[in-house]
């Protein structure tokens, strides 16, 4: 039986139809892992009610399914997961990482010293001492050090997350926990080898590898992609007027999103086609970067 060393995922909030954005994270990700000889897996992220749209999940898995790309193991959907969150807040809480913070938005922003990042938060509840308190939110105490780590299309990427960042939220006052609890939590039970996403979240990638190191998870190897933009250089987005990939034209869908990577027009006369061509073409341009070795696996506990 071979092993697969390699295991990268796609993980959609279904807030909405995937739009040609999203295609490009899910291509990409599906190719990386194809290139690799991988698994490739779904992973509904559906950990915001609020922000959800009915059916929108089951929406993207059958797009998925008719752009040929589907899950190599069963989908994990965020709502189920719950306990395995909670406990990884209560460690976290345990080795006192975490503290209770009752600032609503407004207080933040009257609060953030002049000539800062208005995301950055100034820390006023750190030294309350307060844990864990219905209707208030949980917030990191991050470490006064430089989380970097070397991206294998944008390079070197660092932040001070002090700095930039500060304190974040890993759950919030609505009792909802935090994406970035969440994708670290899975990311680690899935046994996560590679990342590949969207460059919008590359900034968000030094809060996770924090996360890693307190939850004594391995650090996955990450490639974010160029996002697509609209004609006025926003992320395509649901806010920013993305509309939905048409089920209907899904060779010229998956050839745009293709082209969006930097792959050439194959010209391919069906979607197996495409896929195949687009995997060889991965192999040679961006699957270059060793993934782990067997040994450094070990190493990693994993
Ligand atoms: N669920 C996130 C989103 O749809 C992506 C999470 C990730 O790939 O880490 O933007």
Redesign the pocket.
């Known amino acids: 039986m071979p092993v697969h060393l390699y295991r990268g995922r796609f993980?959609?909030?279904p807030t909405g139809p995937l739009h040609a954005g999203s295609l490009v994270a899910a291509l990409a990700s599906w190719l990386d892992a194809r290139a690799h000889d991988g698994i490739w897996l779904v992973r509904i992220?559906d950990l915001d009610p609020p922000r959800e749209q009915a059916g929108a999940a089951h929406e993207i898995l059958a797009t998925l399914a008719d752009f040929g790309l589907t899950s190599d193991e069963a989908v994990l959907w965020q709502h189920t997961r719950s306990e395995a969150y909670a406990e990884a807040l209560a460690r976290l809480g345990r080795a006192g990482h975490l503290y209770a913070c009752q600032c609503s938005r407004a207080r933040i922003a009257e609060t953030v010293a002049a000539g800062a990042t208005a995301a950055v938060y100034p820390g006023t509840c750190r030294a309350l001492g307060l844990v864990s308190r219905r209707g208030s939110a949980l917030r990191l105490r991050v470490e006064d050090q430089v989380v970097a780590f070397d991206d294998r299309a944008c390079g070197r990427f660092a932040q001070q997350l002090a700095r930039d960042v500060g304190d974040f939220v890993v759950r919030r006052a609505d009792g909802l926990f935090a994406?970035q609890l969440a994708?670290v939590v899975d990311d680690a039970a899935q046994r996560i080898t590679d990342?590949v996403?969207g460059a919008d979240?590359l900034d968000n990638t030094p809060r996770q590898i924090a996360l890693q190191r307190l939850l004594g998870a391995a650090q996955p190897r990450y490639l974010h992609v160029p996002v697509v933009r609209t004609p006025a250089g926003e992320k395509l987005s649901k806010q920013s007027g993305a509309v939905a990939l048409d089920r209907t034209r899904v060779l010229d869908e998956l050839v745009r999103a293709g082209g969006h990577l930097g792959a050439p027009d194959f010209g391919p006369d069906s979607r197996a086609a495409f896929l195949r061509l687009a995997t060889e073409w991965w192999r040679e341009h961006w699957a270059r970067t060793p993934t782990m070795t067997a040994k450094e696996r070990t190493e990693d506990g994993r």
């Open positions: 993980a959609p909030s992220e994406y994708v990342v996403r979240l």
